[in-house]
């Protein structure tokens, strides 16, 4: 088993006044060869913004989209047709394929908004592009991990076009889980949101993240949380 971890202080920083945003890896210009991706994972965007402020329309193609809110509400709106608040709670989705524009602004004028945007390379090219959005059910994370997205339509949560499977969990402290990889070609990306996590024997802190491959079938990636948690879990192809 190898890993790899990514302290929160040690992200890559924009500050442009109406929006803060961390990197978890290589993102505009935050640059850092040895933190470019994790496999399939791309990005990991721990984003603030301020009231009233947002990003304008813009293009991407070729990119599995996901944007999770973790406090406020965001307003979407896309070449597809679609117009929606997201808010904290919920998950949206984009494939991007052969193309989209999409716009996304925080409608308060008092409370920021903050949201994790992910992207992840995709398994098929130039699809049709789609959107999804989804309520999370926050009953089967509670000292559970629960899944949010998976490559599969008929599945809990959303889907997208990649092997990759996403989980949250909200854990007491002194409770102990532990997970089991799909496919040893597979690696791990643990995302600390709240709380302090021992997780393969580190000691993870609020925002911190870890990266886990290499591992065997019969390898479980064990957790203890050392006080109240919530954590994402992100487990995608290492071979891209």
Do not use: C
Request: glycine fraction near 8%; proline fraction near 4%; charge should be negative.
């Amino acid at each position: 088993m190898k890993t790899t971890v990514h302290r929160s202080d040690t992200r890559g920083f924009a500050d442009h006044g109406w929006l803060k945003a961390k990197h978890s890896f290589s993102f505009a210009s935050y640059y850092d060869p040895e933190r470019v991706h994790f496999g399939a994972l791309r990005v990991l965007n721990d984003d603030i913004v301020a009231p009233g402020m947002g990003f304008g329309m813009h293009p991407h193609d070729n990119m599995e989209i996901i944007t999770i809110p973790l406090e406020g509400s965001l307003a979407h709106k896309d070449s597809m047709g679609n117009s929606s608040v997201i808010k904290a709670g919920e998950i949206q989705v984009m494939s991007a394929g052969t193309g989209i524009m999409h716009s996304e602004f925080n409608p308060s004028d008092t409370e920021q908004i903050n949201l994790l945007q992910i992207w992840l390379f995709p398994n098929k090219r130039s699809v049709e592009p789609r959107y999804d959005q989804q309520l999370l059910d926050k009953t089967p994370m509670r000292n559970a991990w629960s899944q949010i997205l998976s490559p599969n339509q008929d599945d809990d949560g959303v889907w997208i076009h990649q092997d990759a499977w996403f989980y949250l969990g909200e854990f007491e402290a002194g409770k102990t889980s532990y997970y089991n990889l799909k496919s040893a070609e597979n690696g791990l990306y643990v995302f600390v949101i709240e709380g302090t996590v021992e997780v393969a024997g580190q000691t993870l802190n609020k925002r911190d993240g870890m990266g886990i491959w290499a591992t065997t079938e019969t390898d479980l990636i064990d957790f203890s949380f050392l006080e109240g948690s919530k954590v994402l879990l992100m487990e995608v192809p290492m071979n891209v």
